[in-house]
């Protein structure tokens, strides 16, 4: 990891899934750490699958994607995990472990980097906090909302303090009031310096938080 | 604050919650209950082992210095009692006891049916029991004997102990080779159930590596899945085998073949070692489940 690289460069990344159409041809950008960008474009344009080729969880077809100047194509496999702990994922599902309650939920990235409880404990409290769900601590997923689901799953994918955040619609599925908060939550982390790109179809929000926005159109990426 | 911070203490809030095993899940009901009966029937190999070691043991501490003496039945009185005194005159033996008919038409009762004419010429049976201290030549004894009378002769049941022991040798290799094959039966049983743990919880496996998860961290929640669902199998299995034993207990303790087996209940030995056996087995089972799922999380590309 290079300090000064950017957070996130893709270079000539073409991304096709088995004999499929190409989902990416050739595209190139760079987001430099600190920044919010947002990534738009219409259903099936392959927002979600170019997140999921930032944090690794697909390999492009062609080209190259750099982290913080890590080529992931040349990371090797034992690396990852590390690699992978500076980056948060807020996924469009939640993907909550449905069998552990919101504070187990919470803690997991923590608990898999080895941090002791104790000191876990602590880190974890405070951000149940700073998402309201302080109260649903004991409670499993599935006895909470789909906003409070949502406000777990940033939760989770921030409790590591990452350097880049990955967010896959996180306010498609809570109403406008919600999303609100959900958004001042992520201006608040984009303050404490994490580059966020975030996938959003909520032209309200965009204009209400403005940022560079990068549209997915027919397997090119343009900023707008 | 929430509750859960004032109710729970333990340090590891992850301690009794392994990530892998869903409490509701088919799977967590059924395995101990799979896995309960393999290790029942692996200790009971085992408890059948020891008990045969046991039971060749006592028949032949028993044995070893009782030795019956056999005469006619068409042999004169006065040959009975030659045979009688001579018997008793004989340093290294501490008793003689012959057997009266009544007492050896029962001992034929099972072979030849309780309907025995009185007639019937039954052979006399003498009892004698050895000294430890002064040990006696039996091929000298039976030589005295047969001076006597050729028709009266020495049984050391070393024939018939001979027979059980190389008997109770077979069936201790059979009970190994079972137990060895059952063993391969429970590696393989935690073995199929790790991939479909694994199967089923493809995405929390993609959600954990995501977050930072190591391929070892994976395995060890494996581990501990198993260990959670071996350790409940392991309790059913002694329960089971505890409840053999207890049967074993009121059963058999009125049977003079069997009385010196049944008790005590927990022999110390006999307990370690099923103890130890139980450790083993949960110990292999967790092996095996960690060997799985690195090995299937190997095959994981990204």
Known sequence: MRDNAPALEFRDVSMRYDEGRAVMHQVNFTLERGTFTYIRGRSGAGKSTLLKLAYHGLEPTAGHILVFGEDLRRLPRARLPQFRRNIGVVYQDFRLLGHLTALQNVAMPLHVAGVKSTQLRADVKELLDWVGLSDKASQLPVTLSGGEKQRLAIARAVITKPKLLLADEPTGNVDDKMAMKLMYLFEELHKMGTTILMVTHNDGLVERFPHPQLMLEDGYVHAV | MSTLFKRRDADDIFRNTPIFLDEEHLLARFVPWITGVLIFVVLLVLFGMMLSYRL???????????????????????????VLKMLRETGGITSVNPLDKDTSLALLKPWLGGDLSKDLPIPMLIDIRLDKTQPLDPETLSKRLSAIDPHVTLDTHEQWLGDVSALMKNFRVLMIALGLLLILGLVLAITLVTRMNFALNQTIIATLHMTGATDRFIAEEFERSTLWLTVKGTSIGLILLISVKVSLYFFGRHEPMLAGLVTPIFPFFETVCVIALSGALIGLSVWASRQTALRRLAKIVT
């Open chain 2, 56 to 82: 060749v043991t006592t028949w032949h501490s028993t044995m070893e210095y009782t030795w019956t003496v056999q005469i006619d039945g068409t042999l004169t009185p006065d040959k009975n009692d030659a």
